[in-house]
């Protein structure tokens, strides 16, 4: 089975056509939250999602545009986009953000689906070995492999047999074999980037054959900023497209 997983889309719905047009055959999309937040057309992207029957998670953008919870902890360019977001939302798209899980496991394989970390689903950034470490020790018995995003980089975090947890950077088409041991997979952002390549990232499992592999496509990132400056979006968060960071 070929399962592409998507984060942190955050309303980019062209990033998130190029990356669909991208798959190739896939038998189910997973998404880790951030649906919405940052970017011009959330109810698009929404829409797209079900469309493609997706499976996945809530993100704290996701939280904020649907209650309000955690507003005060953005800062002043993404509470400006939250608050757009809160204001321009239709309310299928709001009812369905808010039917999301915060946690979802595929026992079948193995699988646990959030948004920022294991233990805290919604807010925590996984940003280093040791984060990495408690939050191995955190995911649900008999699920080694942990999906995330929250951070908008590609990485994976695995722990070898002496339990040391090493950093592994993924460049486009890098492939990582999956076994019994703990591991962390972020697929990195479709639609804002923070790793220095402003093209879309996502993940594509191979459950079959054990594999992971992470892939990067181009978009037209002027169509965003287009869409972004009339809905008055703030200038920074659409300057930061082209750069990735």
Known sequence: MRIAVLSDIHANLVALEAVIDSLGSVDRVWQLGDVVGYGPEPDGVVERLKALKAQGVRGNHDTTAVSGEGLDWFNPEARAAIEWTRSTISEATRTWLAALPTQWQDEERGMDLVHGSPRDPLW?????????????DALPPGTPIGLHGHTHVPVAWRADESGR???????NGDRLELDERPILLNPGSV???????PNASYLVLDTDGAVATWHRVAYSIPATQDS????????RLIERLSYGV
Not at 165 to 171: E, G, N, Q, S, Y
Not at 228 to 235: D, H, K, Q
């Open 191 to 197: 639609g804002q980037p923070r790793d220095g390549d």
């Open 228 to 235: 972004m400056r009339r809905a008055a979006l703030p200038f």
């Open 124 to 136: 925590e950034y996984i940003t280093s070995g040791n984060v990495a470490r408690a939050n191995m």
């Open 165 to 171: 947890v090493t950093l592994i950077r993924p460049a």
